[in-house]
C-alpha cells in the first residue's frame, strides 16, 4: 500500500488529497487477512458459541476492489467538499460508492452518500456455506 496526494475533480471543485493505492505485493496480506477472518468467523461459532459470524470488513472489499480495479481509496476527509465516497476513478474522475456482503442480508448506507457510480461486490461463496450451515449464518 502507498499513500499518494492527487487531484480529485469533484462537483464542489478540485481537491488535493491523500489517496491509498494498493499494489500486486498486498496480495499476499490481503490473502492472509482473509485466511484470518475465516478463523475469527470459526472461533466465534466453535468456541464461545456465536449465533453468527461477522461479516468481512469494509476495508478488505474496499481493497480487493480497488487491486482489481486500479481505483485508490479514498480514506481522509475531504474539506469543502462531500467525502462519503469509498474510491476515486482518476481515470474517468468518477466518486466510487462500494457495498460488499459476505452473506445474503441485506446492506445499507447512509442517507447522505453522495457519489457518481455504486458497486457490489458479493462474495458469493461465502454466502452460500453460511446459508448451508445454519450455524454459521
Not at 487531484?7 to 464542489?12: G, N
Request: charged share 35%.
Amino acid at each position: 500500500m502507498k499513500y499518494k496526494e492527487k487531484q480529485l475533480h469533484l462537483p464542489e471543485g478540485t481537491f488535493k488529497n491523500e489517496l491509498l493505492f494498493f499494489e500486486e505485493k498486498d496480495r499476499k496480506v490481503l490473502k492472509q487477512y482473509f485466511k484470518d477472518w475465516v478463523k475469527l468467523c470459526e472461533d466465534t461459532v466453535n468456541l464461545i458459541g456465536g449465533t453468527r459470524t461477522p461479516n468481512l470488513s469494509e476495508s478488505f472489499s474496499e481493497a480487493v476492489f480497488s487491486l482489481e480495479m486500479d481505483m485508490p481509496r479514498c480514506v481522509n476527509p475531504i474539506s469543502g467538499a462531500s467525502s462519503s465516497f469509498d474510491l476515486y476513478d482518476l481515470k474517468r474522475n468518477k466518486r466510487i460508492q462500494l457495498k460488499g456482503a459476505s452473506s445474503y442480508a441485506p446492506s445499507s448506507f447512509g442517507p447522505r452518500s453522495e457519489y457518481d457510480e455504486l458497486y457490489f461486490i458479493f462474495f458469493r461463496n461465502i454466502a452460500d456455506e453460511k446459508k448451508k450451515d445454519p450455524k454459521n449464518r
